[in-house]
Nanobody
Framework: QVQLVESGGGLVQAGGSLRLSCAAS????????MGWFRQAPGKEREFVAG????????RYADSVKGRFTISRDNSKNTVYLQMNSLKPEDTAVYYC??????????????????WGQGTQVTVSS
């Protein structure tokens, strides 16, 4: 497993942008597929975006497609989530998570083995 620490959350007005970062410890980071999830108050944790271990493949939830971009820098053991055109409904705690490379493509929380502590994103209208 890897240890994950998110940063970059905050308060932003609707239409604004934020970039989340997730720093991983451990020398095997590049062997993991990575994902971002979010959880709003009273709702289940939901998949936002995923990226393969190479970074060549990405996938997104329909609700963020065209607005969010996931990327990774394996030399820095870091995965990013660039969020543009933010909406109030994007308000949530955002989590990064790691899963085995062969499970890339899954949006199920049970397939992800390691989780960060989360970072709050609040979008005001």
């Amino acid at each position: 497993q890897v240890q994950l620490v998110e940063s970059g959350g905050g308060l932003v007005q609707a239409g604004g942008s934020l970039r989340l970062s997730c720093a991983a410890s451990g020398r095997t980071f590049s062997s993991y597929a990575m994902g971002w999830f979010r959880q709003a108050p009273g709702k289940e944790r939901e998949f936002v975006a995923g990226i393969s271990w190479t970074g060549f493949s990405t996938r997104y939830a329909d609700s963020v497609k065209g607005r969010f971009t996931i990327s990774r820098d394996n030399s820095k053991n870091t995965v990013y989530l660039q969020m543009n055109s933010l909406k109030p409904e994007d308000t949530a705690v955002y989590y990064c998570a790691a899963c085995a490379a062969e499970k890339y493509g899954s949006s199920r929380t049970v397939d992800f083995d390691s989780w960060g502590q989360g970072t709050q994103v609040t979008v005001s209208s």
